[in-house]
């Protein structure tokens, strides 16, 4: 099922009202699934009030690292009231970015992505490119899922930056295709500067017919949409042009 990522759209995420203006322009867009990220302040009650008004589904988020560890309980009082499914790790800070923390980081996800599966979530991580450096022969990708525990973290790999990173998408989902819950769909185009940019899924050269395939084998669940740059475009535009040309590949 298509949903989208909220976290492009965060400049219109401020405030509750502002929240509550943009869930409807999301609908009426042609999202009826979405996921958390990006969000002004605002209690979960309301949030979650201001979903249903919409008729959205809320069922996945991105909540960062250091809650994820250490706030545990606290975030899972908050699925509950959500209703999410999945969870996403969506980044980590510079200092972590090597290989003693990249051990710790599947060890700490581990231990609290216990906790989340015992009460019906998934907790999953998300990829940018520095996850692509080699470490004594390994990718840092490859040390963070080769040394936790696949029951309780699952992937949530993101088209961009795995191939930022060097990578190919869809050889890495095939590789977790038994831990792929979710995905973010993000596409990938070059400027004359040869400055690769995000643009609107279909727009750019990512190979859609062999990541969908890769998915459909994996079986993975949901897909997200996601652009945190849109190059000076509307937002609201880009999402809605990744929405028509996955349509038009049969996604929806």
């Not at 979530?121 to 040394?147: A, M, P, S, V």
Request: glycine residues 8%.
């Amino acid at each position: 099922m298509l949903g989208l990522q909220l976290y492009t759209l965060r400049e219109f995420l401020k405030t509750p009202a502002d929240i509550k203006a943009t869930m409807k322009k999301v609908k009426d867009i042609g999202y009826k699934v979405v996921q958390v990220s990006g969000m002004g302040p605002i209690e979960p009650v309301e949030l979650k009030k201001i979903m249903n008004e919409n008729g959205l589904i809320s069922n996945s988020a991105h909540i960062k690292y250091e809650r994820l560890i250490n706030e545990t309980d606290d975030v899972i009082k908050e699925c509950k009231i959500m209703g999410y499914e999945t969870l996403a790790c969506p980044w980590l800070p510079k200092e972590m970015r090597n290989e003693e923390s990249y051990k710790l980081v599947a060890k700490t996800l581990t231990t609290a992505g216990e906790k989340f599966y015992k009460n019906g979530i998934i907790l999953t991580y998300h990829n940018h490119e520095f996850e692509f450096q080699k470490f004594n022969g390994k990718l840092g990708i490859e040390i963070i899922y080769g040394e936790s525990d696949p029951r309780y973290l699952q992937t949530e790999f993101d088209t961009f930056w795995v191939q930022f990173g060097g990578g190919d998408p869809a050889e890495w989902i095939l590789r977790f295709k038994d831990r792929t819950p979710i995905v973010h769909f993000k596409d990938m185009g070059i400027m004359p500067d040869k400055k690769q940019i995000m643009l609107p899924i279909g727009e750019g050269n990512i190979n859609w017919k062999r990541v969908l395939s890769a998915l459909k084998e994996a079986k993975t669940k949901f897909y997200y949409v996601e652009q945190d740059d849109c190059n000076g475009a509307d937002p609201f535009e880009c999402v809605k042009t990744s929405l028509n040309n996955l349509k038009k590949m049969g996604i929806e």
